[in-house]
C-alpha cells in the first residue's frame, strides 16, 4: 500500500483538520462526534439539510457543506457509516427552527443510524424528515434484497435541495423537492482498478489489467458482471443503456447528465465519457441541458467513472442553477 | 436462582472477551458476504462499553444495559451499531430499577431486545441476520422457562438453540443487509451477525449459569 498518510488509524481525523483550515471561509469542523458544518449555522427560519456517510467518497459529503447545498455532514469511518451520536449533533447545530432534512444513501448500516438519530432528534423535539437516495441500476430493486444502492443521485439530490432550502421552503417542501430528484434519477458505475482502504492495507478486490467490473458499487461491491476492457464507446452504451431504460427517458426528455471520476480517473478521459454519453443520449432523442464532469462521489483511489442522469423540469433546472458556495461546488456567487 | 447486577456486569466483560477472541474469525465470515469490519467493529465497541462499565457498576441493571447501549450505537457503526444497540435500550426498559432478574424476567427482557432488533433492522426469521440464531434463543428460553427449567439448565438450552440457528444461516439466501447484493451467492456462507449472537448467548449460559 502506498498512501499519503501518517497512520490508517488518524487518516480521517487528520483530513478533517486540513478541510477545517482550508475551508474556515465556509465551514467549521467539530471533533468528537465528528461533523462538518456551515459557520452560519443554525441559519434561523430555515430548514437544516444534513448527509453524511463513510469517508473516502471525498469530495462528498463535507466537500458540499456550504451556503445552498448542505448544513453539516457526518463522516463515518472509511467506507463505515457514521454513528448516530454524530447525527444527533449534527441535526441539533443545524436546527433553526424549521427542522432538519436528512439525506441518505440506501446502504443498511446508514440507513439504521440515521433512523436512530432521527429518533433520539424527534425525542429532543426538533422535527427530522429524511430522504433515502436509491439510483444505483446495477443493483435489482426487489423485496429480496436491501434494495438499490444510493449513489451519483446523492450529489445532485444535495445541491437540488440545498437550494430548495435556502428559499425558505417548509421541511415537507424540501423533503418532496429531494424525493422528486432521487425519483428522475438513475445511476451505474464501472471500475478499472480497485481501491484500498487505509485500516486494510490491501486492494478491495482484484482486478486483473485487462478486466473492468461493470456496476460497481462506491465501496468496490462487485457488480452486474466482470469482462474484458473495452472502447470508451462500448462503456458509455454499457453505461448508458440500462439507465434510459429504467425510467425510463424518453425523446425529448431534458437531463442533467453527472459524468462523475471514482476517484483515479483523469478529466481528460471523463470529459471524453462525456462525449460518448452525450451522443448517445443525442440518438435517442434525449437533451443534456445541464452537465456536472469531475470527480465528486469516488471511492478513494478507484480509476474508473460513473453516469448519472436526473430528468429536468423548469423547477429543479433552477434549483441547480441557484448560488452554491461549498469546498468542492460553486457558482453563482 | 436470580441472575444479580453483579451477574451482569461478569457476562459484559466476558463478552468482550470472546469476541476479541474470535474477531479475526468474524471479520473473516464478514469478508465472505459482507464488507469485512464486524470482528473489528463489535471489538471496538465492546470494549468502549467495558470502559464505561465502572460508571454504572453501582446502578441497576436498565441502567448497566442503557449505558451498553448508547456505547454501542456510537462507537460500532456499519448496520451492527444500530442493532445490538437497539437490543440493549430495549433489555434496559424492563430491567429498568432492577437489581436482580428472574427466569421469568431475564425472558421478558431478551424478548424485548430481540422485538427492539426486529423492528429497527425489518428483517424476518430466514433472512440470514441475527435474527437467525436469537428468535430460536428466545423460543427456547420461553420453552424452557414453562417447563419449570432451572436457570442454568434454560440458559443452556437457549445458547444451544441459537448455536443451532446460527448454523442454519449456511444454506440460507440472504434478504437484508450488504450480504443481500450477492443474492445466490451469498448461500454457504454462516451470516457474521448470527455469529456473533451465539458469542453472546454462549457467554451468557456460561457466566449466569456457572452459580
Not at chain 1, 89 to 99: M, Y
Not at chain 1, 145 to 157: K, P, S
Request: with cysteine.
Amino acid at each position: 500500500m502506498k498512501k499519503l498518510i501518517n497512520n490508517p488509524e488518524n487518516v480521517v481525523r487528520e483530513s478533517l483538520e486540513g478541510v477545517a483550515d482550508a475551508h474556515a471561509d465556509i465551514l467549521r469542523v467539530n471533533y468528537d462526534p465528528n461533523f462538518v458544518v456551515r459557520t452560519d449555522a443554525p441559519v434561523r427560519g430555515k430548514v437544516g439539510v444534513i448527509s453524511g456517510g463513510g469517508s473516502g467518497h471525498e469530495p462528498m459529503h463535507g466537500g458540499f457543506v456550504g451556503f445552498g447545498m448542505l448544513d453539516a455532514a457526518c463522516p463515518g469511518a472509511v467506507f463505515t457509516s457514521p454513528t448516530p451520536d454524530q447525527m444527533l449533533e449534527a441535526t441539533k447545530a443545524v436546527n433553526g427552527g424549521a427542522g432538519v432534512l436528512h439525506i441518505v444513501k440506501n446502504y443498511t448500516g446508514d440507513v439504521l443510524n440515521f433512523e436512530m438519530a432521527a429518533d433520539l432528534a424527534r425525542a429532543e423535539g426538533i422535527e427530522v424528515e429524511a430522504v433515502v437516495t436509491n439510483d444505483d441500476v446495477a443493483v435489482q430493486d426487489s423485496l429480496y434484497t436491501a434494495g438499490r444502492r444510493g449513489v451519483g443521485v446523492t450529489v445532485l439530490a444535495e445541491k437540488i435541495t440545498g437550494a430548495a432550502a435556502e428559499q425558505r421552503r417548509s421541511l415537507k417542501e424540501v423533503a418532496e423537492v429531494c424525493r422528486k430528484v432521487n425519483a428522475q434519477g438513475r445511476s451505474m458505475g464501472m471500475a478499472l482498478t480497485s481501491c484500498t482502504v487505509p485500516h486494510a492495507g490491501k486492494p478491495t478486490f482484484e482486478l486483473p489489467e485487462d478486466e473492468m467490473e461493470i456496476g460497481i458499487g462506491i465501496h468496490g461491491e462487485p457488480g452486474r458482471k466482470r469482462m474484458k476492457i473495452a472502447s470508451a464507446s462500448e462503456i458509455a452504451e454499457m453505461l448508458t443503456k440500462p439507465i434510459i431504460e429504467d425510467l425510463p427517458f424518453k425523446s425529448g426528455d431534458e437531463v442533467l447528465v453527472f459524468m462523475n471520476g471514482m476517484g483515479g480517473t483523469p478529466l481528460i478521459e471523463l470529459y471524453l465519457m462525456y462525449n460518448e454519453v452525450n451522443k448517445i443520449l443525442s440518438g435517442h432523442g434525449i437533451k443534456a441541458t445541464r452537465r456536472l464532469i469531475g470527480s465528486y462521489i469516488t471511492s478513494l483511489e478507484m480509476a474508473g467513472c460513473s453516469v448519472t442522469l436526473v430528468k429536468l423540469d423548469d423547477e429543479l433546472t433552477r434549483l441547480w442553477d441557484a448560488p452554491v458556495k461549498t469546498p468542492a461546488l460553486r457558482w453563482g456567487i | 436462582m436470580t441472575i444479580s447486577r453483579d451477574a451482569v456486569l461478569e457476562w459484559l466483560k466476558a463478552f468482550a472477551v470472546a469476541i476479541e477472541t474470535q474477531k479475526d474469525y468474524l471479520t473473516q465470515l464478514d469478508s465472505e458476504i459482507g464488507d469485512a469490519d464486524h470482528g473489528a467493529n463489535m471489538t471496538r465497541g465492546l470494549k468502549a462499553c467495558v470502559e464505561a462499565l465502572p460508571s454504572v457498576a453501582d446502578k441497576d441493571i436498565g441502567s448497566v444495559f442503557k449505558a451498553v447501549g448508547m456505547k454501542l450505537i456510537s462507537t460500532v457503526g456499519g448496520a451492527s451499531g444500530p442493532l445490538y444497540g437497539t437490543l440493549f435500550l430495549q433489555m434496559a426498559t424492563t430491567s429498568n430499577g432492577k437489581l436482580e432478574l428472574s427466569l421469568a424476567e431475564w425472558v421478558a427482557t431478551l424478548e424485548a431486545g430481540i422485538n427492539g432488533v426486529l423492528t429497527r433492522g425489518r428483517a424476518n426469521l430466514g433472512d440470514k441476520t441475527m435474527i437467525d440464531a436469537l428468535s430460536p434463543a428466545l423460543v427456547a428460553l420461553k420453552t424452557a422457562a414453562a417447563n419449570g427449567a432451572s436457570l442454568s439448565e434454560a440458559l443452556r438450552l437457549s445458547a444451544e438453540a441459537c448455536a443451532a440457528g446460527r448454523d442454519a444461516t449456511i444454506p440460507l439466501v440472504a434478504k437484508k443487509g450488504r450480504a443481500s447484493y450477492l443474492g445466490e451467492r451469498s448461500a454457504g456462507h454462516q451470516d457474521p451477525g448470527a455469529t456473533s449472537s451465539a458469542i453472546m448467548l454462549q457467554t451468557i449460559a456460561e457466566v449466569w449459569g456457572k452459580a
